[in-house]
T-cell receptor, first 115, second 112 residues
């Protein structure tokens, strides 16, 4: 069965530390990949996405992610986190070319930033 | 644009009661979906629709019904509420399947 894994359930960092959140998926075909963020008390919103082209994509608030097809990974990175990055982060994947495929979300990573 | 709206924000039900969670979008999006969010489990797809009159099941459809009579509205019906349906429910829409989704503010449901 198709699946998305986020291995880090809760990450605690100090301000200015670098961040990398892992996302791996089990699909074999061509995929669309997303990172969504849910700030405390707010809607989920798009952080960044990859559909095709340059595998290094940049999103809002200084986040970026790299699609590595051979590793089935789409890890999220930020060089220097801020307290305002405290949120829950979700990776999502869909195999667009399979009509039966549905979007699958990972279990989420809660990020806590110490001021 | 209001985006995606959901009502109610919070609801308490007794086991066996039925209710409808409302979702509407004003962006003329074809694709709409319902998720439930539970601690440690991320978002799980309940039902989705690729256009008016077309719906399909997601990962966890049991105990829920949907219909899509218009492009704008996508209500989720709980037929006979169970404590296992205590969760936060999110509605989302996108221009089409596979595109960026826009989420509503969520409905927090407690089933006693």
């Amino acid at each position: 069965a198709q699946s998305v894994s986020q291995h880090n359930h809760h990450v605690i960092l100090s301000e200015a530390a670098s961040l990398e959140l892992g996302c791996n998926y089990s699909y074999g075909g061509t995929v669309n990949l997303f990172w969504y963020v849910q700030y405390p008390g707010q809607h989920l919103q798009l952080l960044l996405k990859y559909f095709s082209g340059d595998p290094l994509v940049k999103g809002i608030k200084g986040f970026e992610a790299e699609f590595i097809k051979s590793k089935f990974s789409f890890n999220l990175r930020k060089p220097s986190v801020q307290w305002s990055d405290t949120a829950e982060y979700f990776c999502a994947v869909i195999d667009l070319y399979s009509s039966a495929s549905k979007i699958i979300f990972g279990s989420g990573t809660r990020l806590s930033i110490r001021p | 644009n209001a985006g995606v709206t959901q009502t109610p924000k919070f609801q308490v039900l007794k086991t066996g009661q039925s209710m409808t969670l409302q979702c509407a979008q004003d962006m003329n999006h074809e694709y709409m979906s319902w998720y439930r969010q539970d601690p440690g489990m991320g978002l799980r797809l309940i039902h989705y629709s690729v256009g008016a009159g077309i719906t399909d099941q997601g990962e966890v459809p049991n105990g829920y019904n949907v219909s899509r009579s218009t492009t704008e509205d996508f209500p989720l019906r709980l037929l006979s509420a169970a404590p296992s349906q205590t969760s936060v429910y999110f509605c989302a829409s996108s221009l089409m399947r596979g595109e960026t989704q826009y989420f509503g503010p969520g409905t927090r449901l407690l089933v006693l």
